[in-house]
């Protein structure tokens, strides 16, 4: 059986309150629907408030629901929700014979929150959120290192001490005077996507505009990206969990949006590091259990390398000495390279991305990746591949060279040091020429520059 998509989704709707994303299942010929959503509003992240407030509604109405969707789960059909910093966002999976039956029922719901919940269950899913919270700062070191690095690349993201400090003192009126406003105003972007028809997939977009009678929204969230200026900025801080004898480091090498060019690059020397970097970190030298390279996104186009290393034997400042002592030879690994091992290489990147969707839900998770990023390229891994195809030794060695290379004028690197207790006397030492102490972060973003928003795309051409 054919698994490649015989054509990508269309849109079927397109009003200020909400955007339709419709694609029939014609490759795996089942009788499954997967309904993709984001209710897209400001309120749900404009202050460490809000947050709280948007994480209370959501497990509030994950408690009220739970009757209706276990039964829902024993008849083949599944349902999800969660705030992130966008919205609501929501799935519903299944059998697609009564699958709208499922959305009406968690939509109807959605509009009665603030009505349903009582204040002995408020307190029980504060408290609940709350432990959530405090849990996160026992968490492991290199959790902590992604959220530092979150920290100073999103220009707005609440601390988790700000979000403490911000539930602790929230009310019941507080949460039914939030309630009642949070889905006012909101835009919802949604992909129906399997064995349904237009008009079926039209009127599960009518289920979400009849029950929540949305409002257009004024502004649309803003994801903004610090655009790192200095060569090497370095944020340190102790860990979080004084019982915990690891550090960590994580790095960024900044490099900005992405044209498919640029990105198809950026994926084959992630590839082409990912093995060299564990073999030598993490079996030679041994610095840690965990070491991990990758690409690292920031908002919905800017991408890094990120290499990372825990270690309970070393501190943070050597491990980062140790990274960049790979890369200076990890660019000798590449000029040695075959050309046979290097059209492997290729191949190897281009297949991957190539690779065809083991089930519905794959291709869906790809559809919807890219409408909420709002870029709509549909057949991004396909041209992606292509970009690849077309690479040469001498254009990797020059990106390498740009932004990865010590003293390149066009480096951008990010160093987020984490350090374990018993090393805290290091903090201090080998300091980078911008380090931003865990008290000056809020001053670092509002100075730094901030990457342009990627441009609107324009999907008239897009509808069916």
């Keep these: 059986k054919k698994t490649t998509p015989k054509d990508e989704p269309r849109m079927l709707l397109d009003t200020p309150t909400c955007r339709l994303w419709y694609k029939p299942d014609n490759v795996f010929d089942m009788p499954k629907v997967n309904l993709m959503a984001q209710l897209i509003t400001t309120t ?125 003192p929230l009310t019941y009126n507080d949460f039914v005077a939030y309630a009642t406003r949070f889905l006012d105003r909101v835009r919802i972007e949604l992909l129906v996507h399997g064995n349904v028809t237009p008009d079926q997939a039209k009127m599960m977009a009518s289920i979400f505009t009849d029950g929540l009678k949305p409002k257009e929204l004024f502004l649309s969230p803003e994801l903004r990206v610090t655009r790192l200026e200095n060569e090497e900025t370095t944020h340190r801080f102790a860990e979080f969990n004084p019982n915990n004898s690891n550090s960590c480091v994580g790095i960024v090498y900044q490099m900005g949006p992405m044209d498919l060019p640029t990105n198809a690059t950026l994926s084959l020397l992630n590839h082409l590091i990912k093995e060299p970097a564990f073999n030598v970190l993490r079996t030679e030298e041994q610095l840690g259990y965990i070491v991990h390279s990758g690409v690292k996104t920031s908002g919905h186009d800017v991408k890094g390398l990120f290499i990372l290393i825990q270690s309970d034997g070393h501190d943070p400042i050597y491990l980062d000495q140790r990274i960049e002592a790979f890369l ?58 292509k970009e690849v195809k077309g690479l040469t030794k001498s254009k990797v060695l020059q990106f390498f060279d740009k932004y990865v290379l010590e003293k390149s004028p066009h480096r951008r690197k990010l160093s987020v040091q984490v350090f374990a207790h018993k090393v805290l006397g290091r903090m201090k030492e080998d300091m980078a020429p911008v380090t931003v102490a865990e008290d000056e972060l809020k001053e670092f973003k509002r100075t730094t520059a901030l990457y342009p928003l990627p441009k609107e795309v324009n999907v008239e051409k897009l509808a069916i």
């Excluded at 994480?55 to 969707?69: A, G, K, Q, R």
């Excluded at 969707?357 to 549909?378: A, D, H």
Aim: hydrophobic content about 40%; overall charge negative; glycine content about 4%.
């Design 44 to 168: 749900v992240y404009d202050s460490p408030i809000s947050s709280c407030l948007a994480s209370l509604f959501v497990t509030c109405l994950e408690e009220h629901s739970n009757e209706f969707t276990y039964l829902a789960t024993t008849a083949g059909l599944h349902c999800s929700f969660f705030a992130d910093r966008s919205g609501i966002e929501m799935q519903v999976t299944g059998y697609s014979h009564k699958a709208h039956v499922l959305l009406q029922r968690i939509v109807n719901m959605i509009a009665k929150v603030s009505d349903l919940t009582t204040e002995e269950l408020f307190n029980r899913v504060k408290d609940k959120i709350m432990k959530q919270f405090q849990n996160f700062l026992v968490s492991q070191p290199y959790q902590h290192a992604i959220y530092g690095l979150d920290m100073c690349l999103e220009a707005c993201k609440w601390s988790m001490h700000d979000k403490i400090q911000a539930l602790e």
């Design 328 to 385: 200076k030879n990890f660019r000798s690994h590449i000029v040695g390279l075959s050309e046979d091992a290097f059209a492997a290489n290729i191949k190897a990147v281009a297949q991957l991305l190539l690779e065809k969707n083991k089930n519905l839900g794959e291709e869906s998770y790809k559809y919807w990746n890219v409408i909420s990023n709002q870029t709509y390229i549909f057949r991004k891994y396909e041209m992606l591949a």
